[in-house]
T-cell receptor, first 112, second 111 residues
Framework: DAEITQSPRHKITETGRQVTLACHQT?????MFWYRQDLGHGLRLIHY???????NKGEVSDGYSVSRSNTEDLPLTLESAASSQTSVYFC???????????FGAGSRLTVL | QKEVEQNSGPLSVPEGAIASLNCTYS??????FFWYRQYSGKSPELIMS????GDKEDGRFTAQLNKASQYVSLLIRDSQPSDSATYLC???????????FGTGTRLTVIP
């Protein structure tokens, strides 16, 4: 069965460290998204991609970067982790031209 | 500023009752609307989409859209304890290709 996998599921890191959260989907979807979810803010879009080598900033992109070298993967990198980036991160994907999102299980990141 | 607003709740209803979840949005030109359900500690999952004014029914769920009032709602009939979750409203803004989410309404169905 097709799926979307995030790793690690839980991570604790220190302020200033670089962190990469992986997202791998086998749906063969063109569109991939990264959201963060915080109490009181709901889901907020960080970055998104509509295909290989395409990346776009979302509403809360500062301090994050992504790259898309193939259809299956969209890793999210925090260049220098900050305590404000403690959150639950969800990767999602959708077919080209569609807006129905399929979410991964989420990655809980704690920055101390 | 574009906004999607939901009552954060919690909304408590007895088992068997109708739960009514509401969402308002700021972009009058928005065309696509979605309801996602999120159980505690889990990821969101799509339960309904609606694109035209009026009602759309799927089993115990009914989505209602009123574009003139910029209002979309979700009714859950014969509520069950398994419906206890946070319900997220999502809107596709005019000219955008990404969904914007409300903060969600937490629903508790009391046995």
């Amino acid at each position: 069965d097709a799926e979307i996998t995030q790793s690690p599921r839980h991570k604790i890191t220190e302020t200033g460290r670089q962190v990469t959260l992986a997202c791998h989907q086998t749906w063969n979807h063109n569109n991939m998204f990264w959201y963060r979810q915080d109490l009181g803010h709901g889901l907020r879009l960080i970055h998104y991609s509509y295909g290989v080598h395409d990346t776009n900033k979302g509403e809360v992109s500062d301090g994050y970067s992504v790259s898309r070298s193939n259809t299956e993967d969209l890793p999210l990198t925090l260049e220098s982790a900050a305590s404000s980036q403690t959150s639950v991160y969800f990767c999602a994907s959708s077919e080209q031209g569609a807006n129905v999102l399929t979410f991964g299980a989420g990655s809980r990141l704690t920055v101390l | 500023q574009k906004e999607v607003e939901q009552n954060s709740g919690p909304l408590s209803v007895p088992e068997g009752a109708i739960a009514s979840l509401n969402c308002t949005y700021s972009d009058r030109g928005s065309q696509s609307f979605f309801w996602y359900r999120q159980y505690s500690g889990k990821s969101p999952e799509l339960i309904m989409s609606i694109y035209s004014n009026g009602d759309k029914e799927d089993g115990r769920f009914t989505a209602q859209l009123n574009k003139a009032s910029q209002y979309v709602s979700l009714l859950i009939r014969d509520s069950q304890p398994s419906d206890s979750a946070t319900y997220l409203c999502a809107v596709l803004w005019t000219g955008a290709n990404n969904l914007f989410f409300g903060t969600g309404t937490r629903l508790t169905v009391i046995p």
